[in-house]
């Protein structure tokens, strides 16, 4: 199977935004708090172990550190260059006034392929990075392996209603792809439980922010780093006048409030670790206890 993704490319653009991401993703910060308040299923459960997975300048690995003194914090990220910029918030033994105990540990490393010991980790908390991954269940599946059991798995990703708007108006100018395909809630959950995660829950959350024109928006992408990574993209510049097509076509959708609109559609998934032995689904027979349909889904 052909990769979705150029995931040389994913780096490279998160790479170059190292600087500019933390204050452009606001919409990612917004949601990173709404997934930490997620953190309270663990009730009195103190971790051992927490990983903080495409933690881009690690602003949940800092509270987790904050809120757990004496566990190990795991901050990963795939470009380099995002873990350096988490660097001066404090990677020491002195953070606002609170004495650590341990640091914070960083890993440059891919989701796909996480260069964790089997069974050694409490908590896994993932915002905002699975939609660039090709194949859920097997990162899901990688995810358990690492999780211990009972293990919390925490994550959020786009679905696929996210930039639709920007999806339809450069389909106006020509047939190449610029916005990425995202999994839907229901995929997104089917994934989980053919890794054979149990009690999961979805949510999911609709954002709209508004923009001047279509190059507000684009500038705003390529400081998150959420630039077009598809392996189908166009590899040249686009053309000024599949630009203006574009443009022209997103302005049709301007709001009362004159703003063009951009949607993201935000997934939040919480499970469990199974206990060893646990079925999954192999060679295309279903061994779960639990249909897709039947996961419950919580919508704001």
Same mark, same amino acid.
């Given at each position: 199977?052909?990769?979705?993704?150029?995931?040389?490319?994913? #780096?490279?653009?998160?790479?170059? /935004?190292?600087?500019?991401?933390?204050?452009?993703a606001q919409l990612q910060h917004e949601?990173?708090?709404?997934?930490?308040?997620?953190?309270?299923?663990?009730?009195?459960?103190?971790?051992?172990?927490?990983?903080?997975?495409?933690?881009?300048?690690?602003?949940?690995?800092?509270?987790?550190?904050?809120?757990?003194?004496?566990?190990?914090?795991?901050?990963?990220?795939?470009?380099?260059?995002?873990?350096?910029?988490?660097?001066?918030?404090?990677?020491?033994?002195?953070?606002?006034?609170?004495?650590?105990?341990?640091?914070?540990?960083?890993?440059?490393?891919?989701?796909? /392929?996480?260069?964790?010991?089997?069974?050694?980790?409490?908590?896994?908390?993932?915002?905002?990075?699975?939609?660039?991954?090709?194949?859920?269940?097997?990162?899901?599946?990688? +995810?358990?392996?690492?999780?211990k059991p009972d293990g919390l798995l925490?994550?959020?990703?786009?679905?696929?209603?996210?930039?639709?708007?920007?999806?339809?108006?450069?389909?106006?100018?020509?047939?190449?792809?610029?916005?990425?395909?995202?999994?839907?809630?229901?995929? +997104?959950?089917?994934?989980?439980?053919?890794?054979?995660?149990?009690?999961?829950?979805?949510?999911?959350?609709? +954002?709209?922010?508004?923009?001047?024109?279509?190059?507000?928006?684009? #500038?705003?992408?390529?400081?998150?780093?959420?630039?077009?990574?598809?392996?189908?993209?166009?590899?040249?510049?686009?053309?000024?006048?599949?630009?203006?097509?574009?443009?022209?076509?997103?302005?049709?959708?301007?709001?009362?409030?004159?703003?063009?609109?951009?949607?993201?559609?935000?997934?939040?998934?919480?499970?469990?670790?199974?206990?060893?032995?646990?079925?999954?689904?192999?060679?295309?027979?279903?061994?779960?206890?639990?249909?897709?349909?039947?996961?419950?889904?919580?919508?704001?």
């Amino acid at each position: 199977m052909n990769d979705v993704f150029d995931h040389r490319h994913v #780096r490279r653009a998160f790479s170059r /935004a190292s600087a500019s991401y933390d204050a452009a993703a606001q919409l990612q910060h917004e949601v990173e708090n709404r997934l930490l308040e997620s953190l309270d299923y663990l009730d009195d459960r103190v971790p051992d172990v927490v990983v903080d997975l495409g933690c881009g300048p690690a602003r949940a690995a800092t509270h987790m550190r904050k809120r757990w003194s004496r566990a190990r914090v795991i901050a990963i990220d795939l470009a380099l260059p995002m873990l350096q910029q988490a660097k001066p918030r404090g990677w020491g033994m002195l953070e606002s006034s609170l004495r650590l105990q341990k640091p914070i540990d960083r890993i440059n490393a891919d989701a796909r /392929a996480l260069p964790l010991a089997d069974g050694s980790v409490d908590v896994l908390f993932c915002n905002l990075c699975l939609q660039w991954v090709d194949d859920l269940g097997a990162v899901f599946a990688g +995810f358990r392996r690492v999780l211990k059991p009972d293990g919390l798995l925490l994550c959020s990703t786009f679905g696929p209603d996210t930039l639709y708007e920007l999806r339809e108006a450069f389909a106006q100018a020509d047939a190449v792809p610029h916005v990425s395909p995202f999994a839907s809630i229901a995929e +997104f959950g089917d994934a989980l439980m053919h890794a054979g995660f149990r009690n999961p829950v979805l949510d999911r959350d609709d +954002f709209v922010n508004g923009y001047d024109d279509l190059p507000a928006l684009m #500038r705003e992408l390529r400081a998150i780093g959420a630039t077009n990574a598809l392996t189908t993209r166009r590899h040249t510049l686009t053309g000024k006048s599949r630009f203006a097509k574009a443009s022209a076509a997103y302005d049709e959708m301007r709001t009362d409030d004159g703003r063009l609109p951009a949607t993201w559609e935000v997934i939040y998934a919480q499970a469990w670790a199974p206990q060893p032995g646990a079925p999954i689904r192999e060679g295309g027979y279903d061994v779960v206890s639990v249909p897709a349909s039947g996961i419950p889904v919580r919508r704001r």
